[in-house]
């Protein structure tokens, strides 16, 4: 072996290694001897390289000297290095306890011997960052001798290159390099240059599916796909992007997009001190945390009193239309509560002309200002007639849609509206008692609205007191009701869906009892029923409670049911404060998409005061954020 001596060849390697001569050179001072047997040929050639240099009269050669190349390469400070073995280098993380299985065994074994033989090595070897980047390293060791010829250090010099590992080429190492451009050069451009890790796709992978974990990981996986300009422009925008999100239109642009236009406008109706940031909206009805029950009282009065009346949300305001009065007297008046008033108080409504009156019909808002009234029970038996009301006209007056096509009269079914321009009718109970199960729709839009029948192939039984709930702005979810099941009528706890989006609209089974007797399966599933309410929420979800329920079951338990889901399932939503006592024949309507009123209503023979009203809210502005 080649002895050679002198500061030249360390001055030489140190500036071309781009290390701190000054510290390498105190290394050299300190030691009496100095360095030997420097071959410069053996060190890099191509741009700046680590130093390490080791005690080799310590057990396992400690390293005593790193260079500042080495650190920022390989991503390993130098207290962190120093007084350890160099072979960290071949592990995969500074956390793993053994030897990559990638790394060449026998290049190891050619290092130790090297070691022992105080022989030159120069070899290439897999490496890896501290944030577990594969690198080839070629490396070369040098041993050091003292005036005695005693090897007292090791210098290393390493010249790290970007490698693509290869799994499938297991068990043996191979590895691409990457273009021929070190590590360096990656640092010195990091905008053009995809990184090290970026090149490792498949280990990334594997990195992925062990640890997706938590969102941090998640989030790591995502960003690790993104060059590092678009990591840099990230990091510089992420600030930006987390004010965007609390700019009002978004958070309302967002909501429209998940709700629909129909929805957000509702949503909006919620004026005055009460009107809500969307972003808070967006989250409270998501998570129903705020959801709360209140009771209160409204001034006014509904007179005549009467029972069987349907109530309907207009904007802020609750209207009432038709009863049944005293002696079974069908009725017509139209009352309103405006709830936007600082102390709401029921006015009756003056218009030029009413409807014949009417019990067990239903009333449903248009375009979220007018008011459809359908079908129900009057003085000459039942009725399959629909009037429309303008509220904000001057002189408010009921219009009657003639169309010549018509359902066969009937009380006690239900309705909804779609888009806000289409009157959907269902079920119901003719003149001779016979229950329906046909599904009917008003398109209002027309100059000249005309009903037409959905036609289906399969329905579902016959329904009077179920619930029509719209989903989305296609579908629509039945729920409940007292249906036909053979030769009996039993209470149901039966939902389907139908899209009437589709070319050929079907009704499709979604959840029910489907045991004998109406004996629910499950806690969870609620109990069968009739006469309840269900109120659509934001997101295809729908809430339904109350009724007529057979056994000692609490009406006042509220069940969710997430349509959007594959396989929807009940659950039970616990709602604090004043719950309603009541068992059925109450009214309901969802007031600016927040606020259910529930109003009426008979429990244990009592019947409801009109001025005393329970609410389920489910948006509050008090909350703090
Ligand atoms: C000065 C010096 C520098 C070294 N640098 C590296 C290195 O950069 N990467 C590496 O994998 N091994 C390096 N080694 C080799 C390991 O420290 C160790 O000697 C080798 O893994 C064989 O020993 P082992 O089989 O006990 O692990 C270096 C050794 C010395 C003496």
Redesign the pocket.
């Known amino acids: 072996m080649e002895r050679r001596t002198g500061s030249l060849e360390l001055q030489q390697i140190a500036s071309n290694a781009s290390g701190n001569v000054e510290e390498i050179a105190d290394i050299w001072r300190d030691s009496a001897q100095g360095f030997r047997g420097i071959h410069m040929d053996m060190v890099c050639q191509s741009g700046p390289c ?1 130093i ?3 005690d ?1 009269l310590e057990l ?2 400690p ?1 005593v000297y790193v260079n500042s190349v080495f650190e920022l390469i390989t991503g390993y400070r130098a207290d962190e290095v120093l007084g350890r ?3 960290f ?2 592990y995969r993380s500074p956390f793993a306890q053994r ?1 990559y299985s990638l ?1 060449d065994t026998a290049v ?2 050619e ?2 011997r090297c ?1 022992n033989d105080g022989v030159v090595f120069q070899g290439e ?1 897999l ?1 890896f960052r501290k944030d577990g980047t594969p690198l080839m ?1 070629r ?1 070369c ?1 040098t041993p050091i001798y003292n005036d005695e010829g005693v090897i007292t ?4 010099v ?1 010249s790290f290159t970007e490698v693509k590992l290869n799994h499938g080429s297991l068990p043996g190492l191979d590895w691409e390099k990457s273009k021929h451009h070190t590590y360096m050069q990656k640092l010195e451009d990091p905008f053009t240059q995809r990184t090290s890790l970026l090149g490792c796709d498949e280990a990334s992978e594997n990195f992925c599916s062990l640890h997706r974990v938590n969102d941090e990981i998640l989030a790591f996986s995502i960003l690790v796909r993104l060059t590092p300009r678009d990591i840099a422009s990230f990091s510089i925008v992420c600030q930006r992007f987390s004010k965007m999100t609390k700019d009002e239109n978004l958070w309302k642009l967002v909501c429209q997009n998940a709700w629909g236009s129909e929805t957000t406008s509702l949503l909006e109706t919620v004026a005055g001190p009460r009107k809500l940031a969307w972003e808070k909206i967006a989250r409270q009805l998501t998570t129903l945390e705020v959801a709360a029950w209140r009771e209160f009282s409204v001034g006014g009065s509904v007179h005549p009193s009467c029972c069987n009346f349907s109530v309907c949300a207009v904007g802020s305001k609750v209207v009432l239309f038709g009863g049944e009065g005293v002696n079974m007297q069908p009725r017509n008046d139209t009352f309103v509560l405006d709830l936007s008033d600082s102390h709401p108080e029921w006015k009756h409504v003056h218009v030029k002309f009413a409807p014949p009156g009417r019990w067990g019909h239903t009333l449903s808002c248009l375009n979220n200002s007018q008011l459809v009234v359908f079908g129900g029970c009057g003085t000459d038996g039942l009725l399959n007639d629909a009037f429309v009301l303008d509220l904000d006209e001057l002189q408010p007056t009921w219009r009657e849609i003639t169309s010549t096509i018509r359902p066969v009269p009937r009380s006690w079914h239900s309705s909804c509206t779609l888009d806000g321009t289409k009157l959907v009718v269902s079920g119901g109970c003719t003149d001779s008692g016979a229950l329906l199960s046909d599904t009917f729709l008003l398109d209002l839009t027309m100059e000249n609205p005309m009903w037409r029948e959905i036609n289906v192939s399969w329905r579902p039984p016959s329904r009077l007191g179920h619930t029509l709930s719209v989903c989305g702005s296609h579908k629509i979810l039945m729920y409940g009701g007292l249906a036909t099941s053979g030769s009996v009528r039993l209470r149901s706890s039966d939902a389907y869906i139908i899209d009437l989006s589709d070319e050929e609209p079907r009704w499709k089974y979604v959840i029910g009892n489907m045991l004998p007797g109406g004996v629910s399966p499950s806690n969870s599933v609620p109990p069968p029923r009739l006469d309840h309410v269900a109120l659509s929420l934001p997101g295809g979800r729908v809430v339904v409670f109350g009724g007529s329920i057979a056994g000692s079951h609490s009406a006042a338990q509220l069940y969710m049911l997430d349509t959007t889901e594959e396989k929807p399932t009940w659950r039970i939503l616990y709602v604090p404060g004043q719950q309603p006592n009541f068992a059925w024949g109450h009214s309901t309507c969802v007031v600016g998409g927040t606020r259910v009123m529930v109003l009426g209503g008979h429990h244990t023979g009592e019947e409801w005061v009109l001025t005393e009203l329970h609410e389920l809210c489910l948006a509050s502005a008090s909350e703090q954020d």
Do not use: E, M
Request: some cysteine; charged content about 10%; proline content about 0%.
């Open positions: 680590g390490v240099v080791t080799a396992d050669h390293i073995n160099c072979r280098l071949q030897r790394v190891v074994a290092i130790s070691l070897l490496n390293n490396l060791l250090h090791f210098l290393g390493q």
